[in-house]
Protein backbone atom coordinates (compact mmCIF):
# COMPACT_ATOMS: atom_id res chain seq x y z
CA UNK A 1 0.00 0.00 0.00
CA UNK A 2 0.90 3.68 -0.86
CA UNK A 3 -0.33 6.82 0.76
CA UNK A 4 0.85 9.03 -2.31
CA UNK A 5 -1.29 6.75 -4.72
CA UNK A 6 -4.42 6.21 -2.47
CA UNK A 7 -4.54 10.04 -1.74
CA UNK A 8 -4.04 10.76 -5.03
CA UNK A 9 -6.91 8.15 -6.46
CA UNK A 10 -9.62 9.61 -3.33
CA UNK A 11 -8.04 12.93 -4.76
CA UNK A 12 -9.29 12.21 -8.58
CA UNK A 13 -12.80 10.93 -10.55
CA UNK A 14 -12.46 6.96 -10.08
CA UNK A 15 -13.89 6.62 -13.79
CA UNK A 16 -12.45 10.08 -15.77
CA UNK A 17 -9.62 11.28 -13.72
CA UNK A 18 -10.96 14.41 -13.26
CA UNK A 19 -9.78 16.09 -10.13
CA UNK A 20 -12.43 16.83 -6.86
CA UNK A 21 -10.46 19.12 -5.34
CA UNK A 22 -7.73 22.30 -6.23
CA UNK A 23 -3.88 20.66 -7.75
CA UNK A 24 -2.73 22.89 -5.29
CA UNK A 25 -3.83 21.05 -2.42
CA UNK A 26 -3.93 17.79 -3.65
CA UNK A 27 -0.21 18.41 -4.25
CA UNK A 28 0.04 19.09 -0.32
CA UNK A 29 -1.68 16.76 0.18
CA UNK A 30 0.88 14.29 -1.75
CA UNK A 31 3.56 15.91 0.04
CA UNK A 32 1.96 14.84 3.64
CA UNK A 33 1.58 11.36 2.42
CA UNK A 34 5.40 11.40 1.47
CA UNK A 35 6.37 13.10 4.79
CA UNK A 36 4.35 10.43 6.36
CA UNK A 37 5.49 7.42 4.50
CA UNK A 38 8.78 8.03 5.99
CA UNK A 39 7.40 8.83 9.58
CA UNK A 40 5.45 5.06 9.65
CA UNK A 41 8.93 3.44 8.04
CA UNK A 42 11.23 5.28 10.36
CA UNK A 43 13.07 6.81 8.03
CA UNK A 44 12.66 10.10 9.35
CA UNK A 45 11.92 11.76 12.87
CA UNK A 46 10.00 15.52 13.59
CA UNK A 47 10.99 16.83 16.97
CA UNK A 48 9.36 19.00 19.20
CA UNK A 49 9.65 22.11 17.10
CA UNK A 50 8.30 20.20 13.55
CA UNK A 51 12.15 20.02 12.37
CA UNK A 52 12.53 16.85 10.42
CA UNK A 53 15.69 15.10 10.21
CA UNK A 54 16.36 11.52 8.73
CA UNK A 55 17.06 8.37 10.36
CA UNK A 56 19.80 5.61 10.24
CA UNK A 57 17.79 2.91 9.40
CA UNK A 58 19.72 0.66 6.55
CA UNK A 59 16.81 -0.32 4.84
CA UNK A 60 15.27 2.11 1.70
CA UNK A 61 11.56 3.48 1.94
CA UNK A 62 9.54 0.91 0.59
CA UNK A 63 7.48 3.44 -1.84
CA UNK A 64 9.36 5.01 -5.32
CA UNK A 65 8.09 8.36 -4.04
CA UNK A 66 9.21 8.06 -0.78
CA UNK A 67 12.45 6.74 -1.70
CA UNK A 68 13.20 9.47 -3.96
CA UNK A 69 12.38 12.34 -1.49
CA UNK A 70 14.41 10.31 1.25
CA UNK A 71 17.47 10.65 -0.54
CA UNK A 72 16.91 14.92 -1.14
CA UNK A 73 16.27 14.54 2.83
CA UNK A 74 18.93 12.99 3.88
CA UNK A 75 21.54 15.35 1.85
CA UNK A 76 20.13 18.76 3.14
CA UNK A 77 20.80 20.28 6.09
CA UNK A 78 17.76 20.28 8.59
CA UNK A 79 14.34 21.84 7.55
CA UNK A 80 10.60 22.38 9.55
CA UNK A 81 7.95 20.19 8.18
CA UNK A 82 7.04 23.75 6.13
CA UNK A 83 9.89 24.00 4.57
CA UNK A 84 9.57 20.10 3.64
CA UNK A 85 5.87 19.90 2.60
CA UNK A 86 6.36 23.23 0.24
CA UNK A 87 9.72 21.95 -1.67
CA UNK A 88 7.70 18.35 -2.00
CA UNK A 89 4.49 19.91 -3.30
CA UNK A 90 6.33 21.58 -6.17
CA UNK A 91 6.91 18.22 -7.83
CA UNK A 92 4.93 15.30 -5.91
CA UNK A 93 1.83 16.00 -8.16
CA UNK A 94 4.01 15.48 -11.33
CA UNK A 95 5.80 12.45 -10.11
CA UNK A 96 2.81 11.11 -8.58
CA UNK A 97 1.61 10.46 -12.24
CA UNK A 98 4.42 9.74 -13.85
CA UNK A 99 5.20 6.65 -11.50
CA UNK A 100 0.52 5.38 -12.28
CA UNK A 101 1.46 5.86 -15.73
CA UNK A 102 4.34 3.59 -15.48
CA UNK A 103 2.73 1.42 -13.25
CA UNK A 104 -0.10 1.29 -15.92
CA UNK A 105 -2.53 2.38 -13.29
CA UNK A 106 -3.08 5.27 -14.96
CA UNK A 107 -3.46 6.46 -19.09
CA UNK A 108 -2.82 9.59 -20.51
CA UNK A 109 -5.96 10.81 -22.44
CA UNK A 110 -6.57 13.99 -25.00
CA UNK A 111 -9.06 16.01 -25.45
CA UNK A 112 -9.86 19.08 -26.88
CA UNK A 113 -10.06 22.27 -24.69
CA UNK A 114 -11.76 25.57 -25.40
CA UNK A 115 -7.98 27.34 -25.43
CA UNK A 116 -5.71 24.19 -25.43
CA UNK A 117 -5.72 20.55 -25.68
CA UNK A 118 -6.75 18.67 -22.67
CA UNK A 119 -4.74 16.28 -20.94
CA UNK A 120 -6.61 13.71 -18.26
CA UNK A 121 -5.07 10.15 -16.76
CA UNK A 122 -7.70 8.38 -16.62
CA UNK A 123 -7.29 4.98 -14.07
CA UNK A 124 -7.22 1.74 -16.12
CA UNK A 125 -8.75 -0.38 -13.57
CA UNK A 126 -11.30 1.37 -11.72
CA UNK A 127 -11.66 -1.21 -8.73
CA UNK A 128 -8.33 -0.34 -8.12
CA UNK A 129 -9.23 3.12 -7.99
CA UNK A 130 -12.02 3.38 -6.03
CA UNK A 131 -10.32 0.76 -3.00
CA UNK A 132 -9.05 3.55 -1.20
CA UNK A 133 -12.83 5.68 -0.83
CA UNK A 134 -14.45 2.16 -0.38
CA UNK A 135 -11.99 1.06 2.78
CA UNK A 136 -12.92 4.42 4.22
CA UNK A 137 -16.18 4.29 3.36
CA UNK A 138 -16.88 0.82 5.22
CA UNK A 139 -14.78 1.94 8.55
CA UNK A 140 -17.04 4.81 8.70
CA UNK A 141 -20.58 3.20 7.88
CA UNK A 142 -19.38 0.47 10.28
CA UNK A 143 -18.23 2.99 13.01
CA UNK A 144 -14.72 1.05 12.83
CA UNK A 145 -11.62 2.30 14.83
CA UNK A 146 -8.88 2.81 11.84
CA UNK A 147 -4.92 1.53 12.10
CA UNK A 148 -2.76 3.88 11.50
CA UNK A 149 -2.33 3.73 8.07
CA UNK A 150 -6.38 4.54 7.24
CA UNK A 151 -6.07 6.97 9.66
CA UNK A 152 -3.47 8.74 8.02
CA UNK A 153 -5.36 8.20 4.53
CA UNK A 154 -8.64 9.67 6.36
CA UNK A 155 -6.74 12.78 8.00
CA UNK A 156 -4.95 13.71 4.59
CA UNK A 157 -8.17 13.36 2.74
CA UNK A 158 -9.54 15.52 5.32
CA UNK A 159 -7.17 17.82 5.12
CA UNK A 160 -7.57 18.12 1.26
CA UNK A 161 -10.62 18.83 1.20
CA UNK A 162 -12.05 15.68 -0.42
CA UNK A 163 -13.31 13.52 2.87
CA UNK A 164 -16.74 14.95 2.39
CA UNK A 165 -16.97 13.82 -1.46
CA UNK A 166 -15.46 10.71 -0.64
CA UNK A 167 -17.84 9.86 2.24
CA UNK A 168 -21.13 11.40 0.10
CA UNK A 169 -22.96 8.24 0.50
CA UNK A 170 -22.57 7.79 4.66
CA UNK A 171 -24.41 9.76 7.00
CA UNK A 172 -23.32 13.07 8.57
CA UNK A 173 -22.89 10.55 12.28
CA UNK A 174 -20.95 8.08 10.25
CA UNK A 175 -18.66 10.70 8.61
CA UNK A 176 -18.73 12.64 12.65
CA UNK A 177 -17.38 9.13 13.82
CA UNK A 178 -14.23 9.00 11.52
CA UNK A 179 -13.34 12.94 11.99
CA UNK A 180 -13.66 12.54 15.94
CA UNK A 181 -10.56 9.96 15.64
CA UNK A 182 -8.39 12.00 13.52
CA UNK A 183 -6.82 14.13 16.71
CA UNK A 184 -6.02 10.81 18.37
CA UNK A 185 -3.39 10.26 15.17
CA UNK A 186 0.27 10.02 16.35
CA UNK A 187 1.82 13.24 16.96
CA UNK A 188 4.30 13.16 14.04
CA UNK A 189 1.44 12.36 11.54
CA UNK A 190 -1.00 14.73 13.24
CA UNK A 191 2.15 17.63 12.84
CA UNK A 192 2.31 16.92 9.09
CA UNK A 193 -1.43 17.36 8.59
CA UNK A 194 -1.88 20.42 10.13
CA UNK A 195 1.42 22.10 8.85
CA UNK A 196 -0.03 21.14 5.45
CA UNK A 197 -3.18 22.56 5.96
CA UNK A 198 -2.10 25.41 7.25
CA UNK A 199 0.27 25.90 3.99
CA UNK A 200 -2.86 25.39 1.92
CA UNK A 201 -4.72 28.06 3.63
CA UNK A 202 -1.48 30.41 3.71
CA UNK A 203 -1.52 29.59 -0.34
CA UNK A 204 -5.00 30.50 -0.85
CA UNK A 205 -4.79 33.56 1.32
CA UNK A 206 -1.82 34.70 -0.79
CA UNK A 207 -3.87 34.19 -4.18
CA UNK A 208 -6.62 36.23 -3.15
CA UNK A 209 -4.60 38.87 -2.06
Known amino acids: MSLVDDLYFLAHDDATGRPLVSTGATAYGLAGAVLTELLIEQKIVVDAERQVAPTTKPTPPTGALAHLYFDAIRNQEQHDLRTWLTYLSQSVYDKAIDRLVTSGELREESGNGLLRRAVRFRPTDMMRATKPWITLLHHAKNRQTLDLYHLALGGLADMTGVLDTVLRTAEHSDI ?13 VRDVIEEARSAIGAAVLSHRM
Not at 176 to 186: G, N
Open 176 to 188: AHLRAQLPYLWHP
